[in-house]
């Protein structure tokens, strides 16, 4: 089993930035590649950003330029840097591992308001 906890949503105007973390426990051994994903309202869960076990990153094209993923494999922690940040950017995001199961977070709310 693996756990999962976000942390760092919030609230912020459009333009500003934020950065979500997402420290793991467990059987972290069997971890492969670590994303986050959004979801807003009565859409879709969707892919954000994913990070493999040897640091090779993939984004949306949505968020290229804008936002980074990086883990520290000494902290089990994977970051989604999040700036300039857009309206359509309201959701919640959750971070995944995927190994020989696929496990998530319980979800932190961004939400970006004018």
């Known amino acids: 089993q693996v756990q999962l906890v976000e942390s760092g949503g919030g609230l912020v105007q459009p333009g500003g930035s934020l950065r979500l973390s997402c420290a793991a426990s467990g059987s972290i051994f069997s971890i492969n590649t670590m994303g986050w994903y959004l979801q807003a309202p009565v859409k879709l869960r969707e892919l954000v950003a994913g990070i493999s076990s040897r640091g090779s990153t993939n984004y949306a094209d949505s968020v290229k330029c804008r936002f980074t993923i990086s883990r520290d494999n000494s902290k089990n922690t994977v970051y989604l840097q999040m700036n300039r940040l857009k309206p359509e950017g309201t959701a919640v995001y959750y971070c995944?591992?995927?190994?020989?199961?696929?496990?998530w977070g319980q979800g932190t709310q961004v939400t970006v308001y004018s």
């Open positions: 995944s591992a995927e190994g020989s199961f696929d496990y």
